[in-house]
Protein backbone atom coordinates (compact mmCIF):
# COMPACT_ATOMS: atom_id res chain seq x y z
CA UNK A 1 0.00 0.00 0.00
CA UNK A 2 1.44 3.47 -0.88
CA UNK A 3 2.19 6.04 1.57
CA UNK A 4 0.28 9.12 1.53
CA UNK A 5 1.52 12.39 3.09
CA UNK A 6 -1.26 15.01 4.00
CA UNK A 7 -2.00 17.46 2.93
CA UNK A 8 -0.06 17.03 -0.65
CA UNK A 9 -2.15 19.86 -2.14
CA UNK A 10 0.48 21.58 -4.28
CA UNK A 11 0.83 19.97 -7.70
CA UNK A 12 2.02 22.57 -9.97
CA UNK A 13 0.99 25.77 -11.47
CA UNK A 14 -2.39 27.05 -10.28
CA UNK A 15 -4.78 26.97 -14.06
CA UNK A 16 -7.89 28.67 -14.45
CA UNK A 17 -8.90 26.72 -17.24
CA UNK A 18 -10.40 22.74 -16.77
CA UNK A 19 -8.00 20.11 -16.03
CA UNK A 20 -9.17 17.02 -18.08
CA UNK A 21 -6.59 13.48 -18.14
CA UNK A 22 -7.31 10.56 -20.77
CA UNK A 23 -6.27 7.53 -20.53
CA UNK A 24 -4.63 6.11 -24.01
CA UNK A 25 -2.91 8.88 -25.99
CA UNK A 26 -2.43 6.93 -29.39
CA UNK A 27 -6.05 6.96 -30.18
CA UNK A 28 -6.32 10.79 -28.84
CA UNK A 29 -3.95 11.58 -31.31
CA UNK A 30 -7.14 10.72 -33.74
CA UNK A 31 -8.01 14.12 -33.65
CA UNK A 32 -12.09 14.08 -32.70
CA UNK A 33 -11.39 13.78 -28.49
CA UNK A 34 -8.60 16.83 -29.25
CA UNK A 35 -10.53 18.78 -30.87
CA UNK A 36 -13.60 18.61 -28.28
CA UNK A 37 -11.44 18.98 -25.36
CA UNK A 38 -9.61 22.21 -27.56
CA UNK A 39 -12.69 23.76 -27.63
CA UNK A 40 -13.31 23.57 -23.66
CA UNK A 41 -9.83 25.18 -23.78
CA UNK A 42 -9.34 22.19 -21.06
CA UNK A 43 -5.40 21.68 -19.99
CA UNK A 44 -5.30 18.23 -20.99
CA UNK A 45 -3.18 15.42 -19.00
CA UNK A 46 -2.86 12.40 -21.33
CA UNK A 47 -1.99 8.53 -19.86
CA UNK A 48 -0.25 6.03 -22.19
CA UNK A 49 -0.63 2.65 -19.84
CA UNK A 50 1.50 0.38 -22.78
CA UNK A 51 3.05 0.69 -26.12
CA UNK A 52 0.75 0.43 -29.28
CA UNK A 53 1.01 -0.83 -32.90
CA UNK A 54 2.00 2.78 -33.41
CA UNK A 55 4.49 3.33 -30.74
CA UNK A 56 6.91 4.48 -32.76
CA UNK A 57 5.30 7.20 -34.93
CA UNK A 58 3.70 8.48 -31.51
CA UNK A 59 6.84 8.36 -29.82
CA UNK A 60 8.70 10.85 -32.69
CA UNK A 61 5.73 13.44 -31.17
CA UNK A 62 7.10 12.96 -27.56
CA UNK A 63 9.99 15.05 -26.83
CA UNK A 64 12.64 12.51 -25.48
CA UNK A 65 12.38 11.96 -21.94
CA UNK A 66 10.69 15.43 -20.60
CA UNK A 67 7.59 13.31 -21.95
CA UNK A 68 5.74 16.59 -23.45
CA UNK A 69 3.00 16.34 -26.38
CA UNK A 70 3.67 19.50 -28.48
CA UNK A 71 0.75 20.58 -30.89
CA UNK A 72 0.07 18.93 -33.95
CA UNK A 73 -2.13 19.61 -36.96
CA UNK A 74 -5.09 17.86 -37.86
CA UNK A 75 -6.95 18.42 -41.15
CA UNK A 76 -10.33 17.84 -41.38
CA UNK A 77 -11.19 16.85 -44.39
CA UNK A 78 -14.81 17.66 -46.06
CA UNK A 79 -16.45 15.62 -48.63
CA UNK A 80 -16.02 17.93 -51.42
CA UNK A 81 -12.39 17.95 -50.63
CA UNK A 82 -11.96 21.67 -48.88
CA UNK A 83 -9.29 20.67 -45.87
CA UNK A 84 -9.47 22.66 -42.49
CA UNK A 85 -6.59 23.00 -40.47
CA UNK A 86 -6.57 23.25 -36.57
CA UNK A 87 -4.38 22.83 -33.79
CA UNK A 88 -4.06 20.66 -31.38
CA UNK A 89 -2.38 19.05 -28.46
CA UNK A 90 -2.12 17.63 -25.27
CA UNK A 91 -0.41 20.09 -22.31
CA UNK A 92 1.20 16.95 -20.80
CA UNK A 93 1.68 12.95 -21.27
CA UNK A 94 2.95 10.91 -18.91
CA UNK A 95 3.11 7.04 -19.45
CA UNK A 96 3.53 4.71 -16.64
CA UNK A 97 6.30 2.99 -17.98
CA UNK A 98 10.27 4.39 -18.55
CA UNK A 99 11.41 5.76 -21.57
CA UNK A 100 14.60 5.42 -23.68
CA UNK A 101 16.36 8.82 -24.97
CA UNK A 102 14.56 8.55 -28.23
CA UNK A 103 10.84 8.64 -26.48
CA UNK A 104 10.17 4.57 -26.81
CA UNK A 105 9.14 2.41 -24.37
CA UNK A 106 11.97 0.94 -21.83
CA UNK A 107 9.01 -1.72 -20.92
CA UNK A 108 9.53 -0.99 -16.89
CA UNK A 109 6.85 0.48 -14.84
CA UNK A 110 7.92 3.92 -13.46
CA UNK A 111 7.07 4.74 -9.46
CA UNK A 112 7.58 7.72 -10.27
CA UNK A 113 5.47 8.59 -13.36
CA UNK A 114 2.48 6.44 -11.22
CA UNK A 115 3.02 8.78 -8.84
CA UNK A 116 2.39 11.31 -10.81
CA UNK A 117 -0.64 9.97 -12.30
CA UNK A 118 -1.90 9.20 -9.08
CA UNK A 119 -1.22 13.24 -8.49
CA UNK A 120 -2.91 14.62 -11.40
CA UNK A 121 -6.05 12.36 -10.68
CA UNK A 122 -6.41 13.63 -6.47
CA UNK A 123 -5.48 17.43 -8.42
CA UNK A 124 -9.04 19.24 -6.99
CA UNK A 125 -8.85 21.28 -10.12
CA UNK A 126 -9.28 18.11 -12.19
CA UNK A 127 -12.92 16.24 -11.52
CA UNK A 128 -13.27 14.62 -15.11
CA UNK A 129 -11.37 12.22 -17.36
CA UNK A 130 -11.88 10.24 -20.05
CA UNK A 131 -10.25 6.45 -21.32
CA UNK A 132 -10.02 4.72 -25.13
CA UNK A 133 -7.79 1.65 -24.38
CA UNK A 134 -9.88 -0.58 -26.95
CA UNK A 135 -13.07 -2.63 -26.50
CA UNK A 136 -10.95 -6.06 -25.28
CA UNK A 137 -10.17 -3.76 -22.08
CA UNK A 138 -13.88 -4.36 -21.35
CA UNK A 139 -13.81 -7.98 -22.07
CA UNK A 140 -13.40 -10.59 -19.16
CA UNK A 141 -12.68 -13.12 -21.40
CA UNK A 142 -9.15 -11.25 -23.09
CA UNK A 143 -6.49 -13.20 -21.88
CA UNK A 144 -4.21 -10.28 -22.31
CA UNK A 145 -5.96 -8.21 -19.52
CA UNK A 146 -6.92 -10.73 -17.53
CA UNK A 147 -3.62 -11.38 -16.59
CA UNK A 148 -3.28 -7.74 -16.58
CA UNK A 149 -5.68 -7.67 -13.63
CA UNK A 150 -4.56 -10.35 -12.23
CA UNK A 151 -1.06 -8.52 -11.70
CA UNK A 152 -2.35 -5.42 -10.68
CA UNK A 153 -4.27 -6.79 -7.82
CA UNK A 154 -0.92 -9.04 -6.74
CA UNK A 155 0.83 -5.93 -6.80
CA UNK A 156 -1.37 -2.81 -7.20
CA UNK A 157 1.37 -0.02 -6.90
CA UNK A 158 2.77 -0.75 -9.91
CA UNK A 159 -0.56 -1.02 -12.06
CA UNK A 160 -0.86 -2.35 -15.76
CA UNK A 161 -4.26 -1.76 -16.79
CA UNK A 162 -6.57 1.17 -16.51
CA UNK A 163 -8.14 0.23 -13.48
CA UNK A 164 -5.00 0.12 -11.47
CA UNK A 165 -4.50 3.19 -12.82
CA UNK A 166 -7.32 5.05 -12.19
CA UNK A 167 -7.85 3.10 -8.41
CA UNK A 168 -4.30 4.09 -7.14
CA UNK A 169 -5.29 7.46 -8.07
CA UNK A 170 -8.68 7.95 -7.17
CA UNK A 171 -7.83 6.23 -3.98
CA UNK A 172 -5.03 8.92 -3.19
CA UNK A 173 -7.85 11.38 -4.54
CA UNK A 174 -10.91 9.83 -1.65
CA UNK A 175 -7.84 10.27 1.40
CA UNK A 176 -7.17 13.76 0.39
CA UNK A 177 -11.17 15.13 0.12
CA UNK A 178 -11.41 12.57 3.74
CA UNK A 179 -8.60 14.58 5.08
CA UNK A 180 -9.69 17.87 4.42
CA UNK A 181 -13.43 16.99 5.78
CA UNK A 182 -11.34 16.02 8.69
CA UNK A 183 -9.11 19.01 9.09
CA UNK A 184 -10.54 21.98 7.64
CA UNK A 185 -8.59 24.56 9.01
CA UNK A 186 -5.54 23.29 7.91
CA UNK A 187 -6.79 22.45 4.38
CA UNK A 188 -7.82 25.80 3.58
CA UNK A 189 -4.57 27.26 4.70
CA UNK A 190 -3.01 24.84 2.53
CA UNK A 191 -5.30 26.00 -0.73
CA UNK A 192 -4.22 29.75 0.16
CA UNK A 193 -1.10 29.20 0.36
CA UNK A 194 -0.82 26.67 -2.42
CA UNK A 195 -2.99 28.67 -4.56
CA UNK A 196 -4.77 25.51 -5.61
CA UNK A 197 -8.49 25.69 -4.48
CA UNK A 198 -10.35 22.99 -2.59
CA UNK A 199 -12.11 19.60 -3.14
CA UNK A 200 -15.90 20.33 -3.68
CA UNK A 201 -17.03 17.55 -1.94
CA UNK A 202 -20.33 17.21 -3.42
CA UNK A 203 -19.15 17.29 -7.01
CA UNK A 204 -19.67 13.80 -8.38
CA UNK A 205 -15.82 12.43 -10.27
CA UNK A 206 -16.59 11.57 -13.62
CA UNK A 207 -14.95 9.07 -15.83
CA UNK A 208 -16.13 9.01 -19.30
CA UNK A 209 -15.17 5.64 -21.30
CA UNK A 210 -14.66 6.39 -25.66
CA UNK A 211 -14.35 2.97 -26.70
CA UNK A 212 -16.78 1.65 -29.06
CA UNK A 213 -18.59 -1.14 -26.77
CA UNK A 214 -22.32 -0.90 -25.91
CA UNK A 215 -23.33 0.53 -22.63
CA UNK A 216 -19.52 1.27 -22.02
CA UNK A 217 -20.25 2.99 -18.68
CA UNK A 218 -22.26 0.47 -17.04
CA UNK A 219 -19.72 -2.48 -18.03
CA UNK A 220 -16.49 -0.02 -16.79
CA UNK A 221 -17.83 0.74 -13.42
CA UNK A 222 -18.90 -3.42 -13.11
CA UNK A 223 -15.37 -4.26 -13.45
CA UNK A 224 -14.07 -1.37 -11.24
CA UNK A 225 -16.18 -2.67 -8.48
CA UNK A 226 -14.94 -6.07 -9.06
CA UNK A 227 -11.50 -5.08 -8.97
CA UNK A 228 -11.90 -3.61 -5.66
CA UNK A 229 -13.42 -6.66 -4.56
CA UNK A 230 -10.69 -8.34 -5.78
CA UNK A 231 -8.36 -6.22 -3.54
CA UNK A 232 -10.11 -6.48 -0.42
CA UNK A 233 -10.50 -10.27 -0.93
CA UNK A 234 -6.02 -10.60 -1.54
CA UNK A 235 -5.50 -8.50 1.16
CA UNK A 236 -8.15 -10.20 3.72
CA UNK A 237 -6.09 -13.38 2.86
CA UNK A 238 -3.01 -11.97 3.11
CA UNK A 239 -3.93 -11.42 6.65
CA UNK A 240 -5.30 -14.68 7.67
CA UNK A 241 -2.29 -16.43 5.99
CA UNK A 242 0.30 -13.98 7.97
CA UNK A 243 2.16 -15.85 10.98
CA UNK A 244 2.79 -12.36 12.74
CA UNK A 245 0.08 -9.88 14.10
CA UNK A 246 1.89 -6.76 13.02
CA UNK A 247 1.74 -8.17 9.48
CA UNK A 248 -2.46 -9.24 9.93
CA UNK A 249 -2.90 -6.12 11.26
CA UNK A 250 -1.19 -3.81 8.42
CA UNK A 251 -3.07 -6.35 5.75
CA UNK A 252 -5.89 -6.42 7.48
CA UNK A 253 -5.84 -2.31 7.81
CA UNK A 254 -5.30 -2.37 3.53
CA UNK A 255 -8.50 -4.04 2.76
CA UNK A 256 -10.63 -1.56 5.02
CA UNK A 257 -9.10 1.11 3.35
CA UNK A 258 -10.24 -0.12 -0.07
CA UNK A 259 -13.39 -0.85 1.69
CA UNK A 260 -13.63 2.59 2.62
CA UNK A 261 -12.81 3.85 -0.71
CA UNK A 262 -15.46 0.95 -2.20
CA UNK A 263 -18.67 2.68 -0.42
CA UNK A 264 -16.45 6.48 -1.97
CA UNK A 265 -16.47 5.28 -5.58
CA UNK A 266 -19.98 3.90 -5.59
CA UNK A 267 -21.10 6.85 -4.23
CA UNK A 268 -19.00 9.70 -6.02
CA UNK A 269 -17.90 8.10 -9.17
CA UNK A 270 -19.95 8.63 -12.22
CA UNK A 271 -18.91 6.66 -15.37
CA UNK A 272 -21.82 7.18 -18.10
CA UNK A 273 -22.61 5.38 -20.79
CA UNK A 274 -20.97 8.01 -24.22
CA UNK A 275 -20.93 7.50 -27.98
CA UNK A 276 -18.48 8.50 -29.82
CA UNK A 277 -19.53 9.12 -33.69
CA UNK A 278 -16.12 9.60 -35.49
CA UNK A 279 -15.04 7.65 -38.76
CA UNK A 280 -11.44 6.81 -37.84
CA UNK A 281 -8.98 8.52 -40.04
CA UNK A 282 -6.72 6.09 -42.22
CA UNK A 283 -4.11 8.78 -43.59
CA UNK A 284 -1.85 9.54 -40.53
CA UNK A 285 1.82 11.40 -41.35
CA UNK A 286 2.92 10.68 -37.09
CA UNK A 287 5.83 10.40 -38.19
CA UNK A 288 6.94 14.01 -39.28
CA UNK A 289 4.69 15.20 -36.09
CA UNK A 290 3.14 17.59 -37.71
CA UNK A 291 0.03 16.40 -39.11
CA UNK A 292 -2.64 14.01 -38.96
CA UNK A 293 -5.94 13.69 -41.58
CA UNK A 294 -9.27 13.78 -39.93
CA UNK A 295 -13.02 13.11 -41.26
CA UNK A 296 -14.35 16.35 -41.11
CA UNK A 297 -16.96 15.81 -38.05
CA UNK A 298 -20.71 15.44 -37.80
CA UNK A 299 -22.81 17.32 -35.77
CA UNK A 300 -22.65 14.99 -33.02
CA UNK A 301 -19.34 13.66 -31.72
CA UNK A 302 -19.76 12.75 -28.63
CA UNK A 303 -23.18 11.90 -26.73
CA UNK A 304 -23.04 11.62 -22.86
CA UNK A 305 -26.32 10.21 -20.76
CA UNK A 306 -25.06 12.01 -17.57
CA UNK A 307 -26.76 14.67 -15.84
CA UNK A 308 -24.49 17.87 -16.65
CA UNK A 309 -25.75 19.22 -13.04
CA UNK A 310 -23.55 16.25 -11.51
CA UNK A 311 -20.04 18.32 -12.65
CA UNK A 312 -18.76 21.66 -13.07
CA UNK A 313 -16.75 20.17 -16.14
CA UNK A 314 -19.84 18.66 -17.45
CA UNK A 315 -21.38 21.37 -17.49
CA UNK A 316 -19.61 23.33 -19.55
CA UNK A 317 -18.19 20.52 -22.22
CA UNK A 318 -22.19 20.35 -22.87
CA UNK A 319 -21.86 23.79 -24.45
CA UNK A 320 -19.22 22.19 -26.87
CA UNK A 321 -19.90 22.01 -30.43
CA UNK A 322 -20.54 18.15 -31.00
CA UNK A 323 -21.48 17.37 -27.66
CA UNK A 324 -24.86 16.26 -26.41
CA UNK A 325 -25.78 15.11 -23.41
CA UNK A 326 -29.03 12.37 -23.22
CA UNK A 327 -31.32 10.88 -20.39
CA UNK A 328 -31.14 7.53 -22.44
CA UNK A 329 -27.80 6.45 -24.76
CA UNK A 330 -30.24 3.26 -25.97
CA UNK A 331 -31.18 4.48 -29.42
CA UNK A 332 -28.28 6.46 -29.84
CA UNK A 333 -26.07 3.60 -29.53
CA UNK A 334 -28.61 1.76 -31.81
CA UNK A 335 -27.44 4.75 -34.40
CA UNK A 336 -24.45 3.96 -34.37
CA UNK A 337 -24.38 0.41 -34.13
CA UNK A 338 -27.10 0.02 -36.37
CA UNK A 339 -26.39 2.60 -39.04
CA UNK A 340 -22.19 4.16 -39.45
CA UNK A 341 -20.97 0.61 -37.71
CA UNK A 342 -23.36 -1.78 -39.79
CA UNK A 343 -22.81 0.45 -43.18
CA UNK A 344 -19.26 0.00 -42.62
CA UNK A 345 -19.10 -3.82 -41.54
CA UNK A 346 -21.85 -4.43 -44.99
CA UNK A 347 -19.21 -2.69 -47.23
CA UNK A 348 -16.51 -4.89 -46.36
CA UNK A 349 -18.32 -8.25 -46.48
CA UNK A 350 -20.24 -7.16 -49.91
CA UNK A 351 -16.63 -6.10 -51.16
CA UNK A 352 -15.25 -9.41 -50.15
CA UNK A 353 -18.49 -11.29 -51.89
CA UNK A 354 -17.78 -9.43 -55.16
CA UNK A 355 -13.87 -10.26 -55.06
CA UNK A 356 -14.70 -13.77 -55.45
CA UNK A 357 -16.96 -13.18 -57.94
CA UNK A 358 -14.64 -11.20 -60.19
CA UNK A 359 -11.28 -11.15 -62.35
CA UNK A 360 -11.31 -7.96 -61.94
CA UNK A 361 -8.42 -5.70 -59.50
CA UNK A 362 -10.09 -6.60 -56.24
CA UNK A 363 -11.64 -3.54 -54.01
CA UNK A 364 -9.38 -3.00 -51.05
CA UNK A 365 -10.68 0.44 -49.55
CA UNK A 366 -13.82 2.14 -48.68
CA UNK A 367 -13.90 4.52 -51.35
CA UNK A 368 -13.42 1.78 -54.01
CA UNK A 369 -16.56 -0.19 -52.81
CA UNK A 370 -19.19 2.51 -51.84
CA UNK A 371 -18.85 3.54 -55.59
CA UNK A 372 -19.44 0.52 -56.73
CA UNK A 373 -23.56 1.16 -57.85
CA UNK A 374 -24.61 -2.37 -56.74
CA UNK A 375 -22.80 -2.47 -53.29
CA UNK A 376 -23.78 1.04 -52.68
CA UNK A 377 -27.49 0.41 -52.90
CA UNK A 378 -26.96 -3.30 -51.05
CA UNK A 379 -25.74 -1.54 -48.39
CA UNK A 380 -28.02 1.87 -48.35
CA UNK A 381 -30.88 -0.51 -48.52
CA UNK A 382 -29.35 -2.82 -45.50
CA UNK A 383 -28.97 1.01 -43.50
CA UNK A 384 -31.97 2.04 -44.24
CA UNK A 385 -33.96 -1.08 -43.08
CA UNK A 386 -31.96 -1.10 -39.78
CA UNK A 387 -33.58 2.26 -39.26
CA UNK A 388 -36.55 0.61 -38.56
CA UNK A 389 -35.59 -0.83 -36.09
CA UNK A 390 -35.21 1.74 -33.49
CA UNK A 391 -36.86 5.14 -32.13
CA UNK A 392 -34.94 8.18 -31.58
CA UNK A 393 -37.87 10.23 -31.48
CA UNK A 394 -41.90 10.02 -30.85
CA UNK A 395 -43.55 11.81 -33.14
CA UNK A 396 -43.19 9.52 -36.15
CA UNK A 397 -42.61 11.59 -38.59
CA UNK A 398 -39.66 13.47 -36.80
CA UNK A 399 -38.42 10.06 -36.26
CA UNK A 400 -38.17 9.17 -40.30
CA UNK A 401 -36.28 12.30 -40.83
CA UNK A 402 -33.60 12.68 -38.44
CA UNK A 403 -32.74 9.15 -39.37
CA UNK A 404 -33.10 9.95 -43.10
CA UNK A 405 -31.03 13.17 -42.58
CA UNK A 406 -28.36 11.03 -40.57
CA UNK A 407 -27.77 8.10 -43.42
CA UNK A 408 -27.68 10.81 -46.45
CA UNK A 409 -24.91 12.38 -43.85
CA UNK A 410 -23.42 8.50 -43.88
CA UNK A 411 -23.32 8.10 -47.35
CA UNK A 412 -21.62 11.38 -48.17
CA UNK A 413 -19.56 10.53 -45.59
CA UNK A 414 -18.44 6.98 -46.81
CA UNK A 415 -17.51 8.87 -50.29
CA UNK A 416 -15.11 11.05 -48.71
CA UNK A 417 -11.58 10.88 -50.64
CA UNK A 418 -10.19 12.17 -47.95
CA UNK A 419 -10.77 9.04 -45.44
CA UNK A 420 -9.18 6.05 -47.51
CA UNK A 421 -9.91 3.61 -45.02
CA UNK A 422 -9.05 -0.26 -45.68
CA UNK A 423 -11.72 -3.27 -46.14
CA UNK A 424 -9.65 -5.34 -43.95
CA UNK A 425 -9.49 -3.11 -40.91
CA UNK A 426 -13.41 -3.47 -40.79
CA UNK A 427 -13.50 -6.66 -40.92
CA UNK A 428 -10.66 -6.95 -37.33
CA UNK A 429 -12.27 -7.99 -34.30
CA UNK A 430 -14.88 -10.18 -33.72
CA UNK A 431 -16.69 -10.58 -36.57
CA UNK A 432 -19.69 -12.73 -34.64
CA UNK A 433 -20.75 -10.08 -32.22
CA UNK A 434 -21.03 -7.28 -34.96
CA UNK A 435 -23.49 -9.72 -36.69
CA UNK A 436 -25.25 -9.92 -33.97
CA UNK A 437 -25.18 -6.18 -32.74
CA UNK A 438 -25.55 -4.96 -36.04
CA UNK A 439 -27.41 -7.30 -38.38
CA UNK A 440 -29.37 -9.80 -36.22
CA UNK A 441 -30.62 -7.92 -33.43
CA UNK A 442 -32.17 -5.32 -35.72
CA UNK A 443 -33.75 -7.85 -37.56
CA UNK A 444 -35.10 -9.48 -34.58
CA UNK A 445 -36.33 -6.07 -33.24
CA UNK A 446 -38.44 -5.39 -36.47
CA UNK A 447 -39.98 -8.47 -35.94
CA UNK A 448 -41.23 -7.91 -32.52
CA UNK A 449 -42.33 -4.46 -34.15
CA UNK A 450 -44.95 -5.92 -35.81
CA UNK A 451 -44.08 -4.32 -38.90
CA UNK A 452 -43.26 -6.05 -42.32
CA UNK A 453 -40.92 -5.01 -45.03
CA UNK A 454 -42.95 -3.97 -48.52
CA UNK A 455 -39.83 -4.93 -50.79
CA UNK A 456 -41.73 -7.93 -51.88
CA UNK A 457 -43.95 -10.40 -50.70
CA UNK A 458 -43.42 -11.93 -46.88
CA UNK A 459 -42.00 -14.65 -47.95
CA UNK A 460 -38.76 -12.42 -49.20
CA UNK A 461 -35.62 -11.86 -47.30
CA UNK A 462 -35.63 -8.34 -46.03
CA UNK A 463 -32.66 -6.66 -46.78
CA UNK A 464 -31.04 -6.83 -43.14
CA UNK A 465 -31.80 -11.30 -43.49
CA UNK A 466 -30.31 -11.07 -47.01
CA UNK A 467 -26.78 -9.13 -45.46
CA UNK A 468 -27.10 -11.57 -42.91
CA UNK A 469 -26.94 -14.86 -45.36
CA UNK A 470 -23.98 -12.73 -46.80
CA UNK A 471 -22.00 -12.67 -43.85
CA UNK A 472 -23.21 -16.34 -43.01
CA UNK A 473 -21.31 -17.01 -46.41
CA UNK A 474 -18.38 -14.64 -45.40
CA UNK A 475 -17.49 -16.66 -42.40
CA UNK A 476 -17.96 -19.81 -43.74
CA UNK A 477 -15.18 -19.09 -45.82
CA UNK A 478 -12.74 -18.56 -43.31
CA UNK A 479 -10.27 -20.81 -42.49
CA UNK A 480 -9.23 -22.27 -38.69
CA UNK A 481 -12.66 -21.05 -37.56
CA UNK A 482 -15.35 -23.30 -35.97
CA UNK A 483 -18.57 -21.39 -36.93
CA UNK A 484 -21.01 -23.88 -35.44
CA UNK A 485 -19.01 -23.04 -32.37
CA UNK A 486 -18.43 -19.67 -32.60
CA UNK A 487 -22.49 -18.65 -33.25
CA UNK A 488 -23.43 -21.35 -30.07
CA UNK A 489 -21.17 -19.18 -27.52
CA UNK A 490 -22.16 -15.78 -29.45
CA UNK A 491 -26.16 -15.74 -29.84
CA UNK A 492 -28.53 -15.77 -27.31
CA UNK A 493 -31.90 -17.49 -27.52
CA UNK A 494 -33.89 -14.85 -29.38
CA UNK A 495 -30.83 -13.59 -32.06
CA UNK A 496 -30.05 -17.58 -32.26
CA UNK A 497 -33.46 -18.46 -33.39
CA UNK A 498 -33.34 -15.01 -36.04
CA UNK A 499 -30.34 -16.65 -37.41
CA UNK A 500 -31.29 -19.94 -37.88
CA UNK A 501 -34.83 -18.88 -39.07
CA UNK A 502 -33.34 -16.61 -41.98
CA UNK A 503 -30.70 -19.15 -42.78
CA UNK A 504 -33.33 -21.77 -43.53
CA UNK A 505 -35.54 -19.64 -45.39
CA UNK A 506 -32.46 -18.88 -47.34
CA UNK A 507 -31.58 -22.53 -48.29
CA UNK A 508 -35.27 -22.79 -49.64
CA UNK A 509 -34.03 -20.10 -52.42
CA UNK A 510 -36.05 -17.12 -50.85
CA UNK A 511 -34.01 -14.55 -51.51
CA UNK A 512 -34.24 -10.49 -51.57
CA UNK A 513 -36.07 -8.49 -54.99
CA UNK A 514 -33.74 -5.70 -55.44
CA UNK A 515 -32.29 -2.50 -53.73
CA UNK A 516 -35.20 -0.27 -55.01
CA UNK A 517 -36.91 -0.16 -51.22
CA UNK A 518 -35.87 3.29 -49.39
CA UNK A 519 -36.75 1.08 -46.32
CA UNK A 520 -40.51 1.35 -46.45
CA UNK A 521 -42.98 -0.69 -44.28
CA UNK A 522 -46.99 -1.36 -43.69
Known amino acids: MANFVFPNLNIGETLHRPRILHIGVSRFLLGS ?33 ALELPGYEAIEVSPNGNRTSIRLGLSEVISTRLRNPNGSEAGIISRANISAISDRLSDPRLNLTSVSVTAEAYSLTSPEEDARRKADIVN ?8 GVFIQGLLARQLKIQFQIDNPISSRTASVDNRVPLFDVDEKF ?8 SQNGVKLKALFLEHIDHLIAQYNALASESPEESITSRHLRDANTYVVFKQWFTNNVVIPNTVIDKIVPSREDLETGTVVTSEAAPENVLTIEADAKSNSTLMQLAKVDGVKLVEDITPH ?15 AILADERNLKTTDVPYKTVIEAINDP ?71 EFRISGRQHTNGP ?21 TGIDVAARIKDTFTDHTLTVLESVLTRNQRGLIGVGAQTSGKTR
Open 33 to 65: LAAIYQQLDAYTIGVQLRPTPDQDQVAKLIKDT
Open 156 to 163: PEFPECVL
Open 374 to 444: DIYARVREFVEFNSLSFTLDPDQSIDRAIKMQFIDELFVRLKNPGIDDTLGRLLQGDVFLKARQRIVEPIA
Open 206 to 213: IIMPFDNV
Open 458 to 478: SEILSPGERMLCSWKAYVDRQ
Open 333 to 347: EKKKLRLLNAAHFAL
